[in-house]
């Protein structure tokens, strides 16, 4: 098998950016301290690395950094959002709220819930994949404590407006939290709306591995932890902190801020190109989402008629790295939950691809994988004819 060389599976995770690396090397040799050691400046030097990264975080997002706690990543903060508000609310209520097409560490930490006892409403999506506000309405009753629904879908890129939602939430005493994973430092984001958001690293050429949970402080909200021990993180997430992976997530946030605009604009002149270059070579493709409220790199595609899972083995074999979904959900042959959620038929569902560009890729790399994709067509109208009808990717 080639190796891949051309990257564009960047909502599964990103490279880190060599400024990101650069900045983190430090922390793991000389300045190497444990943020929590009060008594000397070894545990001084860290701690004040960790302040640092937390306000570039915060600043991503319009926080203050005294409402981020750093975790392993989106999927411990989810779980901490989702468990730990339930948890400390149980005298409110025992209800929650999370969309169709929320990423598996929300709908498994929600059927987890739902085992212990809590109820659970899931709420449908509209088919570019917009959560239905009017059944958001509906499904609030007086024991909603909280609602969960994602900025970004990782699928289709669509962005939920957030800010309607919260309105909804915040007219009925409930708590949102939202899953901003793939929106974070791809489209302009505010925790005005929100009373907990999840982070993570790795999507924003940070490291794997660490991620954040922002939690509101005015009005505050009540989370038990869900790890205990030394009382980190305001008491909110025990453990020694990662802090040349913080250090790496506070760099990557900062350049992610003061080059999202550009960042946007480039990442979405290439998607426009790869998608109508997949027109031109297969007239009978669609994309998948909103046409507007998207993110810029995320283009689904479905080709009907074919074989995601071979489409993307032929791409590999090119050296060309897709997926048919979200990297959770691509091992397991089941259509994918999302596309299901937006009206695509199982056998769309299964011939739809992600295509996910990001910081790092070029025009070049696009006209590579649109030759390759004309290549597998063409040789795909050859196979037709073939007794066995059977595709060639
Ligand atoms: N939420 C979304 C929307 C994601 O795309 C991902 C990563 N695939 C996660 C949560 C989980 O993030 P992490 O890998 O940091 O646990």
Known sequence: MSHSQVYFDNASTTAVDRRVVAAMLPYFTTTFGNAASRAHSFGWAAADAVDNARQQIAALIGADSREIVFTSGATESNNL????????????????VISATEHQSVTDTARALETAGVSVTTVGVDSQGRLDLDQLVA????????????????????????AAIGTICRDRHVLLHTDATQAAGKIPLSVADVDLMSLSAHKIYGPKGVGALYV?????????AQMDGGGHERGMRSGTLNVPAIVGFGVAAQIAADELKADAIRVNLL??????????????????????????????????G???????????????????????????????????????????????????????????????VLNVIGELTASRQCAAGRADGEALW
Do not use: W, Y
């Not at 609310?89 to 025992?94: E, I, K, L, T, V």
């Open 271 to 304: 998607r426009d190109q790869l998608i109508e270059g997949i027109r031109a070579i297969a007239p009978d493709s669609f994309v998948n989402g909103h046409a507007h409220h998207r993110l810029p790199g995320i283009a689904s595609v479905t080709f009907p």
């Open 81 to 96: 959002a989702l468990k730990g508000v339930v948890a400390a609310n149980s005298s409110r209520g025992n209800h929650l």
């Open 216 to 224: 509101k402080r005015e009005p505050r909200v009540s989370l038990t």
């Open 306 to 368: 074919q074989d995601a899972g071979r489409m993307v083995g032929a791409l590999n074999d090119h050296g060309i790295a897709v997926s048919t979904g979200s990297a959770c959900s691509s091992s397991t042959l089941e259509p994918s939950r999302t596309l299901l959620a937006l009206g695509l038929s199982e056998a769309d569902a299964k011939s739809t691809l992600r295509f996910s560009l990001g910081r790092f890729n070029t025009a070049a790399e696009v006209e590579l």
């Open 139 to 162: 499904s609030i009753t007086d024991a909603t404590v909280l609602v969960s629904v994602m900025v970004a879908n990782n699928e289709v890129g669509t962005v939920n407006d957030l």
